[in-house]
């Protein structure tokens, strides 16, 4: 697993071997980030369930201006503090346009600091996605994360999308 595109491209992604982990394939971030052009550049990217962080360092590969991510797991945290060391290495960018929090996604969006994004990307473990949809997304629109041109990239299982109340 790498980076796809932008300064950092071809930068390998270390992955741990946690059975809850899926992370976003090198073709899935390919297409994606072709789709949002433009939109990525200059943008304040939250990744939630970040994982090995593929999402906001793909991001910030490509142009965008900080990026923040929210991981639970330990080990994986680990990982994905190591990944944002390197992408930043690689694409000459400084320390303080990445962050990495190890914190429950509910509680790190009760308890933040209250910042507008421009680009969130919200890819649960798949057997999480029912129980947390409604307070997630709830939380999001309430606790001002979003603002009225934010674009919220929500991954999940096909055919199980349904849509939160309010959106």
């Given at each position: 697993?790498?980076?796809?595109?932008?300064?950092?491209?071809?930068?390998?992604?270390?992955?741990?071997?946690?059975?809850?982990?899926?992370?976003?394939?090198?073709?899935?971030?390919?297409?994606?980030?072709?789709?949002?052009?433009?939109?990525?550049?200059?943008?304040?990217?939250?990744d939630l369930f970040a994982g090995t962080g593929a999402?906001?360092?793909?991001?910030?590969?490509?142009?965008?201006?900080?990026?923040?991510?929210?991981?639970?797991?330990?080990?994986?945290?680990?990982?994905?503090?190591?990944?944002?060391?390197?992408?930043?290495?690689?694409?000459?960018?400084?320390?303080?346009?990445?962050?990495?929090?190890?914190?429950?996604?509910?509680?790190?969006?009760?308890?933040?600091?209250?910042?507008?994004?421009?680009?969130?990307?919200?890819?649960?473990?798949?057997?999480?996605?029912?129980?947390?949809?409604?307070?997630?997304?709830?939380?999001?629109?309430?606790?001002?994360?979003?603002?009225?041109?934010?674009?919220?990239?929500?991954?999940?299982?096909?055919?199980?999308y349904e849509e939160p109340?309010?959106?």
């Amino acid at each position: 697993m790498r980076i796809s595109g932008g300064k950092a491209r071809g930068i390998p992604l270390r992955t741990s071997k946690a059975p809850e982990l899926r992370p976003a394939t090198e073709a899935n971030r390919e297409r994606l980030f072709s789709s949002l052009g433009q939109q990525i550049q200059n943008a304040r990217v939250l990744d939630l369930f970040a994982g090995t962080g593929a999402y906001g360092l793909e991001a910030l590969s490509r142009g965008a201006a900080e990026a923040y991510f929210v991981e639970k797991n330990r080990k994986i945290t680990k990982d994905l503090q190591d990944n944002l060391s390197k992408v930043l290495k690689s694409a000459e960018l400084s320390k303080d346009v990445g962050e990495v929090f190890q914190r429950d996604v509910v509680d790190f969006l009760n308890s933040s600091p209250k910042k507008q994004f421009d680009i969130l990307f919200l890819d649960p473990p798949y057997a999480e996605i029912d129980p947390l949809r409604e307070r997630l997304f709830s939380r999001i629109r309430n606790n001002q994360f979003v603002h009225s041109d934010s674009l919220l990239i929500h991954e999940c299982p096909a055919g199980e999308y349904e849509e939160p109340t309010g959106w």
